[in-house]
């Protein structure tokens, strides 16, 4: 005979639930912060990196971008909008941006780019997703002169390691953010050439 009923045992049941997604939870938190790069003695998560968890925890989930300002005016400016569960639209967190054409290494070229980037952090950073020593990007930490985008870069690629393929050593991209290999062995032998 057992001393608990239905109702308790479902109630018991869905307590140990809720315990092991806060458990996952942190832990998936505890491996985005492992990502985090240091600058100037704060821990920062790359946009990448948290659109990426993003993608991962909530699948359900969904990030849009609006471009507020005209797309040749001088100054951009981008709105971003998350919404963790789109079953609850009402549940949303939102990040602007502006980025100011010339202003800049990146912004020579891809202003738009650069605020739309900066508003999904925001947004992302506001949801609570990357946060360990500030919500600011780094182009507001740039702009402020606490620190380049350059020392960014080489923090992170120290942080990558070799390429798998040639054990040259991986770097961050400038124009996209992405990995790449510094050999560039993935080109082939025309790169060796």
Same mark, same amino acid.
């Given at each position: 005979?057992?001393?608990?009923?239905?109702?308790?045992?479902?109630?018991?049941?869905?307590?140990?639930?809720?315990?092991?997604?806060?458990?996952?939870?942190?832990?998936?938190?505890?491996?985005?912060?492992?990502?985090?790069?240091?600058?100037?003695?704060?821990?920062?998560? #790359?946009?990448?990196?948290?659109?990426?968890?993003?993608?991962?925890?909530?699948?359900?989930?969904?990030?849009?971008?609006?471009?507020?300002?005209? %797309?040749?005016?001088? #100054?951009?400016?981008?709105?971003?909008?998350?919404?963790?569960?789109?079953?609850?639209?009402?549940?949303?967190?939102?990040?602007?941006?502006?980025?100011?054409?010339?202003?800049?290494?990146?912004?020579?070229?891809?202003?738009?780019?650069?605020?739309?980037? /900066?508003?999904?952090?925001?947004?992302?950073? #506001?949801?609570?997703?990357?946060?360990?020593?500030?919500?600011?990007?780094?182009?507001?930490?740039?702009?402020?002169?606490?620190? /380049?985008?350059?020392?960014?870069?080489?923090?992170?690629?120290?942080? #990558?390691?070799?390429? %798998?393929?040639?054990? =040259? %050593?991986?770097?961050?991209?400038?124009?996209?953010?992405? %990995?790449?290999?510094? =050999?560039?062995?993935?080109?082939?032998?025309?790169?060796?050439?």
């Amino acid at each position: 005979m057992s001393l608990l009923n239905d109702q308790d045992k479902e109630s018991i049941n869905k307590t140990i639930e809720d315990a092991e997604n806060i458990f996952v939870e942190n832990n998936n938190m505890k491996d985005l912060k492992d990502k985090a790069i240091d600058i100037k003695g704060k821990k920062y998560v #790359l946009v990448s990196d948290r659109v990426l968890f993003f993608n991962e925890k909530y699948d359900a989930g969904m990030i849009q971008t609006k471009l507020v300002s005209q %797309p040749d005016a001088d #100054l951009v400016v981008f709105m971003a909008k998350v919404t963790p569960d789109i079953s609850s639209p009402e549940r949303y967190f939102t990040g602007y941006s502006q980025a100011k054409w010339g202003d800049g290494l990146v912004n020579t070229t891809a202003a738009l780019e650069n605020a739309e980037t /900066s508003s999904v952090g925001r947004a992302l950073a #506001l949801m609570g997703i990357g946060v360990i020593d500030s919500i600011a990007s780094v182009d507001e930490m740039s702009k402020a002169g606490v620190t /380049s985008k350059n020392d960014v870069l080489k923090n992170y690629n120290d942080k #990558l390691g070799n390429c %798998p393929k040639c054990d =040259a %050593p991986m770097v961050i991209s400038k124009n996209t953010g992405n %990995p790449y290999c510094s =050999a560039f062995c993935w080109k082939g032998e025309e790169a060796n050439a």
